[in-house]
């Protein structure tokens, strides 16, 4: 979330505005896209249809585009993200029409230390800007995603660059840990530590070790975890909050709940439950941030997703618009990973795909997708990269029963690591990624869990500004 102004660093205002213009042009259109959950013929038509509206946003591969760029109003890390769901497509459906521009884009904005800090945005770029251009590389070698070119940086190495490049900056100056918000400390937001930063290093951190075997990075998301609930950020009843000032030592929190938050924190959890062999205590953390993700269904509409902190109001800016895909993202994958999930996923999934069709009734294709599912097929005249990418992957998550499981190294995966990627290039104050969590940390820990106690008791399940 983008709590603070900064520049775009891709695309023209005038190609937003032409978009815009068309779109309002059609906005009596009525029609909306047709979806037969059952069939899985119909839910590939209906992502091939919300995928194409997608990119029609997409400047990057247009003759003086920057692959892997969006235009204005949107950040370079929603980029990433809908090359994620593009990723996702391809998994889904085989349709491989996107593979080539996807790829082209994952490649070009890896930067010279091929770890996604590219010169065009390192100066204005975040934690989780990085992270999630990490997980749409991750994703890419769990799905075996066709495999770059020999001489071209490879899936597994550059989700490995990215967790080794933030595990460096796991920052022990204040609060006793956690990731820091922004890289630099000339940027805004330098001083927040906020779940989605943290979020995206736990998430990668556990689907590397699920991929590897290798301990070190579970032993980096438990200690993620640990710091995350301790200084506020998870309550005790699982729901995720959204971060907290290191100016005050973390003793207070910003209690607004988004969807991306809930679902980062929910796969990073089933990856672990699956690297501990369906360890009980996983187990009942999967549960506990499943249960916890209740908040954003409507109480109205019965099991429809939404931004509980903005859609409503009318508030949503061009970021929290995009923030359903990733919960229908993770919530979907989680169910691979820890398969006593499914019946209560795939609930929320089916009917908020049903919605989400319904909705896409806008612009003068009359299959333009709105924000609000719950409005059925009135739609709310909202459009954009966030809209269409949400739908797709509500969508296209229905298909995640017939799908194979994630492969790793040793199920399949062809993807080449470079453990030591992501140590060499430019990051702020670092530590010792091989560092395992002390008792030291944990008494930290657990000061900091008294310290914040008496901000976590009293706040609400979610906050609306």
Known sequence: MRLFIRTSGGGTFQSWIGIAASLLAGSTVVSSISLD???????????????????????????????????????????????????????????SEYNDVTTQALLFQVGPNDDYMPPNQTKTEGNDDQGFWGLAAMSAAEQKFPDPPSNEPQWLALAQAVFNSQAMRWDNS?????????????????????????????????????????????????RTWEWVLAVGLMSPQYQIYDGTNDLENCSSVDHHQWTYNAGVYLLG?????????GSDIWRERVEGLLNATDVFFSPTVPNVMYEVACEA???????????????????????????????YVMTKLRASATAAAEQCSGGTDGVTCGLQWTKGTVWDGSYGVG?????????????????VAPVTNSSGG??????????????????????????????GAGFLTA???????????????
Request: net charge negative.
């Open 313 to 343: 109001l009318g508030t949503c800016d061009v970021d929290q618009k995009s923030f359903k895909a990733y919960l229908a993202r993770w919530m979907a994958a989680t169910t691979k990973l820890a398969p006593f999930t499914s019946d």
């Open 37 to 95: 959950l059952d069939d899985p013929a119909s839910i590939k038509s209906a992502a091939k249809t919300i995928a194409y509206g997608m990119m029609k946003y997409y400047t990057g591969n247009e003759t003086g585009g920057i692959p892997g760029n969006l235009p204005a109003p949107y950040y370079w890390w929603e980029a990433g993200a809908a090359f994620g769901a593009l990723l996702d497509y391809y998994y889904y459906t085989g349709n």
């Open 414 to 443: 062809t993807s080449q690591g470079d453990p030591s990627a992501g140590t060499s290039g430019t990051s702020s104050q670092g530590t010792d990624i091989t560092r395992t969590v002390t008792q030291g940390d944990r008494v």
């Open 387 to 403: 809209e269409q990418m949400s739908a797709l992957e509500v969508i296209q998550s229905n298909l995640i029963e017939q799908s």
């Open 269 to 277: 959890a089933a990856n672990m439950y699956n690297f501990t062999n």
């Open 174 to 222: 204040t609060c006793a840990g956690g990731l820091r918000w922004q890289i630099f400390t000339f940027n805004n937001g330098y001083d927040y530590k906020n779940s989605i930063s943290n979020g995206c290093f736990f998430n990668l951190g556990a689907r590397l070790a699920v991929y590897t075997g290798n301990q070190t990075y579970a032993d980096w998301a438990e």
């Open 451 to 465: 310290l914040v106690l008496v901000g976590v008791i009293g706040g609400t399940c979610w906050m609306v500004a």
